[in-house]
């Protein structure tokens, strides 16, 4: 069964180029695996790979390898640690902030495979904050019934893990490493038997000196795509400048199911800095409440209590909404976080980070309310893969923020993240070899006749404010519609003589990125988790538990399909006929 696009407002859906306009390649190279990405995702897979005898490994990144989101993770990891702690207790803490949206084998594996994982980044040099007994000092994060939660330098738990990752992919002179890359579009070979475009490499355009330098083309036998999320979509968010969707527009361009797209987490507690300020924003840490701290209005209610049983630690989709709430109510663009009663000796120990960037704004927060509202953080949804990062496009793979494993469900779990790259990107690297036997390589195909135009850099800021307004914490019918009619003027309007160019590539990646994300919250008539249809209040399970799936068609056209989540006693794979627990079959469809 599935469903066609709801009744409503109509609104035309946006056509999109299925390839970049790019210059031809001057360079050409070859590499077996080639790794998009940088953060703990990228550089675990591609760390493990080529532990796993995989041949050559080539890591792409868009910057320099310390320039992704990992770095500004701020509250830790999550893994069963602890002393009482078991992998059970961390999955059913996942499966309800998930609101029924989970995909139950992945959160098995995450849960059960994360312990040894955490233990074996310890291995590699990353080094964690230890209690006086030498042990893990752990903490407890929103949504979690259990102190689990993994840090490293109090509140620069990310930085500690790039920085080891880093080392390590500097101490294996074998993988390679490109810098300031740009992933244009990948290439395909001509169609297998069942009509689908095996990945050949991809395009890049590297932005350096030398011998590659400009547009260049990668001929490799997999790619794994692990460039993180989409934040520049929306006008405020914690990612950094390079999150714009490219590992999900290019994947889209090249015909895979993207797939739960409109479970967009908002972090309730991002410090607000004004009615003019865009980009990246300053996070203060969910960890900051887990030690103690609480939300406040203008009149210092604490309006958490009373919302849900952990109050100002629930699951982050309650606490966005409650905040967004209150804002409305009160006519304020912002509330408060109190953590004065911590004192400036405990800042200073735990939140050296935020404590400095606190004061770099203006605020003191042993002395003063700190002013927070919710910003776009993390996509639970993106390329729909199977338990082991495979995807419906045979040689391609993705982990992390931009993959949808189907641990994080409609909404992530509080520090999930990390722990999601370390775990699938450890299972791809498990089965690349034997993949990699039946994935020969094949010559790129010609070029398709597809739409051309890039979109406008000068219309990044108007897009970012229309998803901000209608696809943002609260969505409506209305809203959504005139998102997508938007976004049609904006895809209608790529010309022909903007400049293939980075800022022309990622304004037309992040168009196509939130055109997918609007179609799919436009199709979820329900709110569940992270999505939040104010015409549509409650969550549906009789109608709406199961998946979004969005593609692109020939035309460049956005298709979006509802799955329904299989009875409870049909197998868990992503395909019917293949066993999800066996990491030796081919690339299965997505279903």
């Given at each position: 069964?599935?469903?066609s696009?709801?009744?409503?407002?109509?609104?035309?859906?946006?056509?999109?180029p299925?390839?970049?306009?790019a210059?031809?390649?001057?360079?050409?190279?070859?590499?077996?695996?080639?790794?998009?990405?940088?953060g703990i995702?990228?550089?675990?897979?591609?760390?493990?790979?080529?532990?796993?005898?995989?041949?050559?490994?080539?890591?792409?990144?868009?910057?320099?390898?310390?320039?992704?989101?990992?770095?500004?993770?701020?509250?830790?990891?999550?893994?069963?640690?602890?002393?009482?702690?078991?992998p059970?207790?961390?999955?059913v803490?996942?499966?309800?902030?998930?609101?029924?949206?989970?995909?139950?084998?992945?959160?098995?594996?995450?849960?059960?495979?994360?312990?040894?994982?955490?233990?074996?980044?310890?291995?590699?040099?990353?080094?964690?904050d230890?209690?006086?007994?030498?042990?893990?000092?752990?903490?407890?994060?929103?949504?979690?019934?259990?102190?689990?939660?993994?840090h490293?330098g109090?509140?620069?738990?990310?930085?500690?893990?790039?920085?080891?990752?880093?080392?390590a992919?500097?101490?294996?002179?074998?993988?390679e490493?490109?810098?300031?890359?740009?992933?244009?579009?990948l290439?395909?070979?001509?169609?297998?038997?069942?009509?689908?475009?095996?990945?050949?490499?991809?395009?890049?355009?590297?932005?350096?000196?030398?011998q590659?330098d400009?547009?260049?083309?990668?001929?490799?036998r997999?790619?794994?795509?692990?460039?993180?999320?989409?934040?520049?979509?929306?006008?405020?968010?914690?990612?950094?400048?390079?999150?714009?969707?490219?590992?999900?527009?290019?994947?889209?361009?090249?015909?895979?199911?993207?797939?739960?797209?409109?479970f967009?987490?908002?972090?309730?507690?991002?410090?607000?800095?004004?009615?003019?300020?865009?980009?990246?924003?300053?996070?203060?840490?969910?960890?900051?409440?887990?030690?103690?701290?609480?939300l406040?209005?203008?009149?210092g209610?604490?309006?958490?209590?009373?919302?849900?049983?952990?109050?100002?630690l629930?699951?982050?989709?309650?606490?966005?909404?409650?905040?967004?709430?209150?804002?409305?109510?009160?006519g304020?663009?912002?509330?408060?976080l109190?953590?004065?009663?911590?004192?400036?000796?405990?800042?200073?120990?735990?939140?050296?980070?935020?404590?400095?960037?606190?004061?770099?704004?203006?605020v003191?927060?042993?002395?003063?309310?700190?002013?927070?509202?919710?910003?776009?953080?993390?996509a639970?949804?993106?390329?729909?893969?199977?338990?082991?990062?495979?995807?419906?496009?045979?040689?391609l793979?993705?982990?992390?923020?931009?993959?949808c494993?189907?641990?994080?469900?409609?909404?992530?779990?509080?520090?999930?993240?990390?722990l999601?790259?370390?775990?699938?990107?450890?299972?791809?690297?498990?089965?690349?070899?034997?993949?990699?036997?039946?994935?020969?390589?094949?010559?790129?195909?010609?070029?398709?006749?597809?739409p051309?135009?890039?979109a406008?850099?000068?219309?990044?800021?108007d897009?970012?404010?229309?998803?901000?307004?209608?696809?943002?914490?609260?969505?409506?019918?209305?809203?959504?519609?005139?998102?997508?009619?938007?976004?049609?003027?904006?895809?209608?309007?790529?010309?022909?003589?903007?400049?293939?160019?980075?800022?022309?590539?990622?304004?037309?990646?992040?168009?196509t990125?939130?055109?997918?994300?609007?179609?799919?919250?436009?199709?979820?008539?329900?709110t569940?988790?992270s999505?939040?249809?104010?015409?549509?209040?409650?969550?549906?399970?009789?109608?709406w538990?199961?998946?979004?799936?969005?593609t692109?068609?020939?035309?460049?056209?956005?298709?979006?399909?509802?799955?329904?989540?299989?009875?409870?006693?049909?197998?868990?794979?992503l395909?019917?006929?293949?066993?999800?627990?066996?990491?030796?079959?081919?690339?299965?469809?997505?279903?």
């Amino acid at each position: 069964m599935t469903a066609s696009r709801p009744p409503g407002p109509a609104a035309p859906p946006p056509h999109l180029p299925r390839r970049l306009s790019a210059a031809a390649p001057g360079w050409t190279a070859r590499a077996d695996v080639v790794v998009v990405g940088s953060g703990i995702a990228g550089l675990t897979a591609a760390l493990r790979a080529h532990a796993a005898g995989v041949g050559s490994v080539l890591v792409v990144t868009k910057d320099v390898l310390s320039a992704g989101s990992t770095q500004w993770a701020q509250g830790g990891i999550a893994a069963a640690l602890g002393p009482g702690d078991t992998p059970h207790e961390h999955e059913v803490d996942t499966l309800v902030a998930g609101a029924g949206a989970c995909d139950p084998e992945a959160v098995r594996a995450l849960v059960t495979e994360g312990p040894a994982a955490v233990r074996e980044l310890i291995a590699l040099g990353a080094v964690f904050d230890q209690g006086t007994d030498g042990e893990l000092s752990l903490t407890r994060e929103g949504g979690h019934h259990r102190d689990r939660i993994a840090h490293a330098g109090g509140d620069a738990t990310g930085a500690e893990i790039q920085r080891a990752l880093v080392a390590a992919i500097e101490a294996a002179p074998e993988i390679e490493v490109v810098h300031h890359a740009h992933a244009v579009d990948l290439l395909l070979g001509e169609p297998d038997a069942e009509g689908r475009r095996p990945v050949a490499g991809l395009t890049l355009h590297v932005m350096g000196e030398g011998q590659r330098d400009g547009v260049g083309a990668v001929h490799a036998r997999a790619v794994v795509l692990a460039s993180g999320g989409l934040g520049q979509v929306f006008s405020q968010t914690t990612n950094p400048a390079v999150s714009t969707g490219d590992g999900l527009a290019l994947a889209l361009r090249a015909g895979a199911v993207v797939r739960d797209l409109e479970f967009v987490q908002f972090h309730p507690t991002v410090m607000y800095l004004g009615p003019d300020s865009r980009g990246q924003q300053p996070l203060i840490s969910e960890a900051v409440r887990g030690e103690g701290a609480f939300l406040v209005d203008d009149a210092g209610e604490r309006f958490m209590l009373g919302e849900h049983e952990l109050a100002d630690l629930a699951p982050r989709d309650v606490v966005a909404k409650a905040i967004t709430r209150r804002m409305h109510a009160t006519g304020r663009p912002h509330v408060w976080l109190d953590a004065r009663h911590l004192g400036r000796a405990f800042w200073e120990r735990r939140f050296p980070t935020i404590l400095a960037t606190c004061e770099r704004h203006g605020v003191d927060p042993a002395v003063d309310l700190v002013p927070v509202a919710p910003a776009c953080h993390y996509a639970s949804g993106g390329i729909a893969t199977d338990l082991w990062g495979r995807s419906s496009v045979p040689g391609l793979y993705a982990t992390g923020e931009v993959a949808c494993s189907g641990v994080h469900g409609a909404n992530r779990l509080a520090s999930n993240s990390l722990l999601e790259g370390l775990v699938f990107s450890r299972r791809i690297a498990e089965v690349l070899p034997g993949d990699l036997e039946g994935l020969p390589a094949v010559a790129p195909a010609g070029a398709r006749d597809v739409p051309a135009g890039l979109a406008d850099p000068d219309h990044r800021k108007d897009l970012q404010e229309t998803m901000t307004a209608q696809v943002g914490v609260l969505r409506t019918a209305d809203g959504l519609a005139a998102a997508t009619a938007h976004l049609a003027d904006l895809a209608a309007g790529g010309r022909d003589d903007v400049p293939a160019e980075l800022a022309a590539w990622e304004t037309t990646n992040l168009v196509t990125v939130a055109a997918a994300l609007t179609a799919a919250a436009t199709l979820r008539q329900e709110t569940r988790g992270s999505h939040w249809r104010d015409d549509h209040p409650t969550r549906d399970d009789e109608r709406w538990s199961g998946h979004v799936d969005v593609t692109l068609d020939d035309d460049g056209a956005v298709a979006v399909l509802f799955r329904p989540t299989p009875p409870s006693d049909a197998p868990a794979s992503l395909a019917p006929d293949v066993p999800a627990t066996s990491p030796s079959q081919p690339t299965p469809e997505i279903v």
